[in-house]
């Protein structure tokens, strides 16, 4: 088993009823959304920034803007269900990509 540390960070009740929404439409714990956000932080962070650049706010919207922005760019005659497709493949990817992040640290803590 690998060695862990704990983060430990204040928030506003505001943030937490947030991450309580997004982990119960994700069907998981706020501990294990909170671990998943914190395992994806290189890509997440960078995606954050360039979107505060691209929108000009320390307040980012990603509900709407991104929603529509794939909207505006799906091929014509896309359906939603082609859309959830698309997505499931997503998800399917990811976990595929965090069981190798997984298995590299695993092979490095070892060769280390």
Known sequence: ??????????VTPEII????????????SRSGLIRDL????HSL??????ERERQRTDKITLDGNLSQWVLEHTPPGMTSEQLRFI??????AADKMSE???DKAGGDLRNG
């Open 45 to 50: 962070y960078r995606f954050l920034l360039s």
């Open 38 to 41: 914190l395992e994806n932080c």
């Open 100 to 102: 190798q992040e997984k």
């Open 17 to 28: 009823k947030s991450l309580d929404e997004v982990a119960l439409r994700q069907g998981i």
């Open 1 to 10: 088993m690998s060695k862990t540390e704990l983060v430990s960070v204040r």
């Open 87 to 92: 997505r499931d493949v997503l998800d399917h």
